[in-house]
């Protein structure tokens, strides 16, 4: 049904606002680093406050469960969010399906909407290699 959907009304995709563009390129050039490194790149976030300042979010060492840290990271950005600290997040996750690695960029703004960004990547003996990102509207979850 929506391949049928998308054939009839040519949904665009998501164009980043220049808040969006920002988070986008400080995480993307973080995880191009590590990966370029030949290490795999830990989830974090980053977020843009109210004066335009990155800051970024590791979870703690101390938190070895990753679940326990990805809830860690998301309630500090749910209090940012409810303080009115920041107007724009970005939470970095590693992906892996089937041998396939991902890493997923969730875009998120205050009035702005939320947007994954979904950046596919092989490693392999001459190092890692890109493919191009795709992009996809998301229902806003922090600043809904």
């Not at 969010?81 to 992906?95: E, G, M, Q, Y």
């Not at 997923?104 to 702005?112: A, C, H, N, P, T």
Request: hydrophobic share 45%; net charge neutral; proline share 8%.
């Amino acid at each position: 049904m929506i391949g049928f959907l998308k054939g009839l009304f040519k949904i665009k995709p998501p164009v980043l606002s220049s808040d969006l563009q920002a988070l986008q390129a400080q995480a993307e050039s973080a995880v191009r680093g590590y990966l370029g490194d030949g290490k795999p790149f830990p989830m974090f976030a980053m977020a843009m406050q109210a004066n335009g300042e990155i800051v970024s979010m590791l979870p703690s060492e101390e938190i070895p469960d990753s679940r326990e840290a990805f809830a860690a990271v998301v309630g500090r950005l749910m209090g940012l969010v409810r303080d009115h600290a920041i107007r724009a997040s970005v939470l970095v996750t590693p992906w892996e399906d089937g041998g396939a690695h991902t890493a997923v960029f969730d875009l998120e703004q205050r009035d702005g909407g939320r947007v994954l960004v979904l950046l596919p990547y092989r490693m392999g003996p001459g190092g890692v290699r890109f493919e191009p990102a795709t992009t996809q509207h998301a229902v806003p979850k922090l600043f809904a």
